[in-house]
């Protein structure tokens, strides 16, 4: 699935048995940076659309802000 088909992922209709629960994901301290944030991509799948609990979660990012890659660097350097 490419990043648009996941951004387009509807929590309406996703399978919830299928999403990772977030709080499962383990990120790794000792990778570098990029590993961490393929490490992420591996264990979640979508970096759009996972689970906490039984909730699905859809997450946006702006036209204009960061790219994605940037987001998940800051979000798993604090990891």
């Known amino acids: 699935m490419t ?3 996941m951004k387009r992922v509807d929590v309406r209709t ?4 299928n999403l990772p629960d ?4 383990a990120v790794r301290k000792q990778k570098f940076a990029q590993d961490k944030v393929q490490n992420y991509l591996a264990e979640t799948g979508n970096p759009y ?4 609990g039984d909730v699905v979660v ?3 990012y702006a036209e204009d802000g960061p790219d994605l890659n940037d987001l998940l660097r800051q979000l798993i350097l604090v990891f």
């Not at 659309?49 to 906490?52: A, D, E, L, P, S």
């Open 14 to 17: 996703v399978c919830r048995e």
């Open 22 to 25: 977030i709080r499962k994901v």
């Open 49 to 52: 659309c996972f689970r906490v």
């Open 58 to 60: 859809k997450n946006t």
């Open 3 to 5: 990043f648009e088909e």
